[in-house]
């Protein structure tokens, strides 16, 4: 019995070291992509800063969404790898102080650019609040303590969620209430929903209930998992 659980031990750690450097390989090209569109994009602003011609505004657009995939692309890969660590019960969380305003902004900022069919709006503390940065706003931190890259990741599967099912478009809305002590995320839109039966499942490894499966849209149903 101790030599078969050697046995998958060593196979289990053959595992992950296959994956971490198929991530290592996978990630340095979508790295140098992801720069290199940033630069263009850049350029691009600073050259044509008071063009405002149909032709510039496609070209930002499209760096722009370029940026956005590419940092899905390499979501999806930390994704796979968090969900092997879990399995081998290696999953660590680093703690530290996180705005929740300022994470859920910026990952709004990055939809908005993409999902033109979408009215995406934001709500703090019942006041709707601008998701440009650009746009001036006073709003107050709110503080918690957590792994800023894995409350990243629940915040983007949520809203991202809210977008994919919701392909005709129509209002996401965000919101962040902040009261006694508490903090509430919500994410509201006008999709097809999940069946109140199915509802207790969504956090299982690769489900996807039986109407998301009937969309175009795709998933690997680990995101809630996660």
Same mark, same amino acid.
């Given at each position: 019995?101790?030599?078969?659980?050697?046995?998958?031990?060593?196979? /289990?750690?053959?595992?992950?070291?296959?994956?971490?450097?198929?991530?290592?390989? $996978?990630?340095?090209?979508?790295?140098?992509?992801?720069?290199?569109?940033?630069?263009?994009?850049?350029?691009?602003?600073?050259?044509?800063?008071?063009?405002?011609?149909?032709?510039?505004?496609?070209?930002?657009?499209?760096?722009?969404?370029?940026?956005?995939?590419?940092?899905?692309?390499?979501?999806?890969?930390?994704?796979?790898?968090?969900?092997?660590?879990?399995? $081998?019960?290696?999953?660590?969380?680093?703690?530290?102080?996180?705005?929740?305003?300022?994470?859920?902004?910026?990952?709004?900022?990055?939809?908005?650019?993409?999902? @033109?069919?979408?009215?995406?709006?934001?709500?703090?503390?019942?006041?709707?609040? @601008? =998701?440009?940065?650009?746009?001036?706003?006073?709003? &107050?931190?709110?503080?918690?303590?957590?792994?800023?890259?894995?409350?990243?990741?629940?915040?983007?599967?949520?809203?991202?969620?809210?977008?994919?099912?919701?392909?005709?478009?129509?209002?996401?809305?965000?919101?962040?209430?902040?009261?006694?002590?508490? =903090?509430?995320?919500?994410?509201?839109?006008?999709?097809?929903?999940?069946?109140?039966?199915?509802?207790?499942? /969504?956090?299982?490894?690769?489900?996807?209930?039986?109407? &998301?499966?009937?969309?175009?849209?795709?998933? /690997?149903?680990?995101?809630?998992?996660?």
């Amino acid at each position: 019995l101790k030599a078969e659980e050697a046995t998958l031990r060593d196979m /289990l750690n053959q595992k992950e070291e296959f994956l971490l450097l198929a991530a290592h390989e $996978l990630k340095n090209p979508l790295t140098a992509i992801l720069g290199q569109a940033q630069v263009l994009r850049l350029r691009l602003n600073r050259t044509f800063h008071h063009d405002a011609s149909q032709q510039t505004h496609e070209l930002v657009r499209g760096l722009e969404s370029i940026e956005h995939q590419t940092r899905r692309i390499t979501q999806m890969i930390n994704t796979l790898m968090e969900v092997n660590r879990i399995e $081998l019960d290696r999953l660590e969380l680093d703690f530290q102080e996180v705005d929740l305003f300022q994470l859920v902004q910026r990952i709004l900022q990055d939809y908005l650019r993409v999902t @033109p069919k979408h009215e995406m709006s934001f709500f703090v503390n019942g006041q709707q609040v @601008p =998701i440009l940065s650009d746009e001036k706003v006073t709003v &107050a931190p709110i503080l918690v303590q957590g792994d800023e890259n894995r409350l990243d990741q629940i915040i983007d599967n949520l809203i991202g969620n809210a977008i994919k099912y919701s392909p005709d478009g129509g209002p996401v809305i965000t919101s962040l209430q902040q009261t006694d002590g508490e =903090i509430e995320l919500a994410v509201e839109d006008s999709g097809i929903g999940v069946p109140v039966e199915e509802q207790a499942r /969504l956090t299982e490894r690769f489900y996807r209930a039986a109407n &998301a499966q009937s969309t175009t849209s795709k998933g /690997l149903g680990i995101g809630l998992y996660l």
